[in-house]
C-alpha cells in the first residue's frame, strides 16, 4: 500500500508561481511512475506531467515550458513547479502514483489563478 499527500495549492494572480508537493509513505519502492493530473468541474481528469524511475518526463502540452515535475528519491516525495500561472490552471491537482497495475491517488489540492 502507499500513501500519498498533497501540499502547497492556493490562491494566486495570474503570473505567478507555485509549488505542490506529494509526499509518499509506504511500499515506495515499488512505484515505477509519479504525476500530477488536475480536474475541473465537469471535466475528465487530465495528466499534467509524470515522471518515471528512469528518469523519463513528459507534459501536457498546455504545460510544457510553464512547469516543470522533479522527484525526491531521499524524501519520497515528487514536487511540481509551476510557474506562469494562468486562469486557465485553475483545478484541483492531485497525485498520482503506479505500483505495476495498481494506481495511487491522493485527495487533491485547490489551485486557483486569479485574472
Known amino acids: 500500500q502507499v500513501q500519498l499527500v498533497e501540499s502547497g495549492g492556493g490562491l494566486v494572480q495570474a503570473g505567478g508561481s507555485l509549488r505542490l508537493s506529494c509526499a509518499a509513505s509506504?511500499?515506495?519502492?515499488?512505484?515505477?511512475?509519479m504525476a500530477w493530473y488536475r480536474q475541473v468541474p465537469g471535466k475528465q481528469r487530465e495528466l499534467v506531467a509524470e515522471?518515471?524511475?528512469?528518469?523519463?518526463?513528459n507534459y501536457a502540452d498546455s504545460v510544457k515550458g510553464r512547469f516543470t515535475i522533479s522527484r525526491d528519491r531521499a524524501k519520497s516525495t515528487v514536487n511540481l513547479q509551476m510557474n506562469g500561472l494562468i486562469p486557465e490552471d485553475t483545478a484541483v491537482y492531485y497525485c498520482h502514483a503506479k505500483s505495476g497495475y495498481t494506481n495511487y491517488w491522493g485527495q487533491g489540492t485547490q489551485v486557483t489563478v486569479s485574472s
Open positions: 509506504g511500499n515506495i519502492f515499488s512505484l515505477n511512475v
Open positions: 515522471t518515471y524511475s528512469r528518469g523519463t518526463t
